[in-house]
């Protein structure tokens, strides 16, 4: 790694173009005091560029010198790069189960061009998807071609995936242009407006998913009053917030009973509020950016979307799985075993808690992962195995818990949901 970083350095100070913008730009100003001086005085044209010659040429060999040592910097950190990581084909290649579906793909990328703020990479990405309709893939699967944003956004029946798409790419657009004019206003200029403006007309539904948004933006609007300084006169700003608690908190009586009694205690701290319990609700640093994260998670969650991209989950899950799929390849070259479950990886990928969404079962009977044909079932004991297990032991017929002696039929299980 260390010849690596090296390489980096050498690359930094030799592989970019600022000397050679600043020789080229050197040649323009002869060119142009040439141009002037001809200008000036026509009679001068052939002794100006007969002067002109010499420069010309010095310059422009050292324009070519410039760019030949940016090559050389190049090439010798593709070199490292090559020495560092050796050339790998890329592990389950051949079991690639995304390659067939290259719509989805497609409404994947779409979605997270736009959901990043990227509109206009998002407008030519969409455009140039649907230029090009999906050629059959290479298990004649049927692959819907995609001709508007509306076939870029449905499901391969036709049926679109979240209500939101039933907006066209304009209308989603909009949506999130508004939700980066929010977001600017709150991380870059700490402007609440905005964002209690949106809480406000969402109110109802953002209680119905017990969402806290709105009251913490208005405790910060409350905080932020309370902060201001007025030298002339020190009560000024807590009375201010106080006012604004007197319009705003009966609304969320209801629910914030305790913090909104808590707030207002701490006028009585007014003078003294660095040593007081409200230190760290008055200086929390970290306010704006918990109320910025908080309104993009409620934003997406109106829209039917989760908070992070999840082409970004599963590119970065991908990420982190590939040393493990790699090893696993390897290991199952040399031994000339199979990969034979298509739905289930044979090892553990090891990824962060945030990665994961769902608990997953693992039949106790034929140890296999639950799927959606096979998903866990509920004996009348409570026990649970998946349901082909059930099916082997059963044959439709009475039958004893593995686990206990209870006995029972096949038509009392209930399948589980995780
Ligand atoms: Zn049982």
Same mark, same amino acid.
């Given at each position: 790694m260390e010849a690596l970083r090296l390489e980096q350095d050498k690359l930094d100070k030799k592989g970019n173009l600022s000397r050679t913008i600043e020789d080229v730009q050197k040649t323009i100003d002869l060119l142009v005091a040439a141009r002037a001086t001809i200008a000036a005085d026509g009679t001068s044209c052939a002794p100006t560029l007969a002067k002109l010659k010499r420069p010309i040429k010095a310059s422009l060999d050292q324009v070519n010198s410039d760019i030949k040592d940016i090559y050389s910097a190049h090439k010798d950190y593709s070199k490292a790069l090559d020495r560092k990581f050796k050339p790998q084909s890329m592990p389950a290649s051949h079991n690639d189960a995304l390659s067939s579906q290259p719509a989805l793909i497609n409404r994947a990328i779409a979605m997270h061009l736009l959901r990043e703020g990227q509109f206009n990479v998002a407008q030519t990405f969409i455009s140039e998807a649907n230029a090009k309709p999906h050629s059959a893939t290479s298990n004649g699967s049927n692959t819907k071609d995609a001709h508007d944003w509306d076939s870029l956004m449905q499901d391969a029946d036709g049926t679109p995936l979240y209500d939101i798409n039933r907006d066209s790419a304009g209308a989603l657009q909009s949506r999130f242009a508004h939700m980066y004019l929010v977001l600017d206003a709150l991380r870059k200029n700490h402007n609440l407006n905005p964002a209690i403006e949106w809480a406000r007309q969402h109110s109802y539904q953002l209680e119905l998913r017990g969402s806290n948004l709105e009251f913490d933006l208005c405790r910060l609007r409350f905080v932020?009053? *309370?902060?201001? *300084?007025?030298?002339?006169d020190h009560m000024s700003c807590p009375l201010k917030a106080l006012e604004y608690a007197r319009q705003t908190f009966p609304n969320f009586s209801a629910r914030y009973m305790r913090e909104t009694s808590?707030?207002?205690?701490?006028?009585?701290? #007014?003078? #003294?509020l660095t040593s007081s319990p409200y230190k760290s609700v008055f200086f929390n640093d970290d306010a704006w950016e918990h109320a910025a994260s908080s309104f993009i998670r409620e934003f997406c969650a109106m829209l039917g979307l989760s908070e992070k991209s999840p082409l970004y989950t599963a590119t970065t899950a991908g990420a982190i799985a590939l040393p493990v799929l790699e090893k696993l390849e390897r290991v199952m070259g040399e031994v000339g075993g199979q990969w034979t479950s298509v739905n289930e990886l044979p090892v553990e990928i090891p990824l962060p808690h945030s990665y994961l969404f769902?608990?997953?079962?693992?039949?106790?009977?034929?140890?296999e992962q639950g799927t959606d044909a096979n998903p866990p079932m509920m004996l009348p004991c409570g026990h649970i195995i998946a349901k082909e297990s059930l099916e082997k032991i059963s044959r439709g017929n009475k039958f004893k818990c593995p686990y206990c002696p209870v006995e029972g039929h096949p038509k009392e299980a209930r399948k589980v949901f995780l």
């Open positions: 932020e009053l *309370y902060s201001q *300084y007025d030298p002339d808590s707030l207002l205690g701490s006028l009585a701290f #007014a003078p #003294a769902h608990s997953i079962f693992v039949c106790p009977v034929s140890k």
